[in-house]
T-cell receptor
Framework: DADVTQTPRNRITKTGKRIMLECSQT?????MYWYRQDPGLGLRLIYY???????NKGEISDGYSVSRQAQAKFSLSLESAIPNQTALYFC??????????????????FGSGTRLTVV | DQQVKQNSPSLSVQEGRISILNCDYT??????FLWYKKYPAEGPTFLIS?????DKNEDGRFTVFLNKSAKHLSLHIVPSQPGDSAVYFC??????????FGKGTLLTVNP
């Protein structure tokens, strides 16, 4: 099983619909992140959470909300989807405590991504 | 304000030759830098990192060089292999443990 699992892998939804993207991890990391990838724009941070009670906005949080249900679960919601939210979404985790030595103390582990299309 | 810049959207090299991917940054508060590799339909995977107090880090075929005065880092892949064909993201981070990424460079290694 993957360390960071994202569901669904692909989703097509209509403008105005509410949609939730889910992320779960088995790495035991406290820190979790949501990024989106757009062609020519790279990876941009939407929201991040350093523990269950800590939620922070990233650089492009407008139109999104998140929920940290447990240490292992971090969900991203689009309250009313619009076409320019069509993108590839990635969840990531990190452990500054250095448990993942091959990553160094600052590396992220990413999920496989959710491809979202809003029509 | 784009804090991490990868100005080359794509790079094509021959198998066995050196690949050099470049990254510039503007945020002098970055404490470390990382390179990630991304294949289609997969999430980015960690490749190599470098602390801001170092100027070089090597791991097998991959070497990252950091020039702090120029705010520039580069990833060297020697020798390049077809399996290295992927999008490479440069990222910078600081004490807040958030990574800021560049737009990525698509590397194509031709057999």
């Amino acid at each position: 099983d993957a360390d960071v699992t994202q569901t669904p892998r692909n989703r097509i939804t209509k403008t105005g619909k509410r949609i939730m993207l889910e992320c779960s991890q088995t790495k035991g990391h406290d820190r979790m992140y949501w990024y989106r990838q757009d062609p020519g724009l790279g990876l941009r941070l939407i929201y991040y959470s350093f523990d269950v009670k800590d939620i922070n906005k990233g650089e492009i949080s407008d139109g999104y909300s998140v929920s940290r249900q447990a240490q292992a679960k971090f969900s991203l919601s689009l309250e009313s989807a619009i076409p320019n939210q069509t993108a590839l979404y990635f969840c990531a985790t990190s452990d500054p405590g250095g448990a993942d030595e091959h990553l160094g103390i600052y590396g992220y582990t990413f999920g496989s991504g959710t491809r979202l299309t809003v029509v | 304000d784009q804090q991490v810049k990868q100005n080359s959207p794509s790079l094509s090299v021959q198998e066995g030759r050196i690949s050099i991917l470049n990254c510039d940054y503007t945020n002098s508060m970055f404490d470390y830098f990382l390179w990630y590799k991304k294949y289609p339909a997969e999430g980015p995977t960690f490749l190599i990192s470098i602390s801001s107090i170092k100027d070089k880090n090597e791991d097998g075929r991959f070497t990252v060089f950091l020039n702090k005065s120029a705010k520039h880092l580069s990833l060297h892949i020697v020798p390049s292999q077809p399996g290295d064909s992927a999008v490479y993201f440069c990222g910078g981070g600081g004490s807040n443990y958030k990574l800021t990424f560049g737009k990525g460079t698509l590397l194509t290694v031709n057999p």
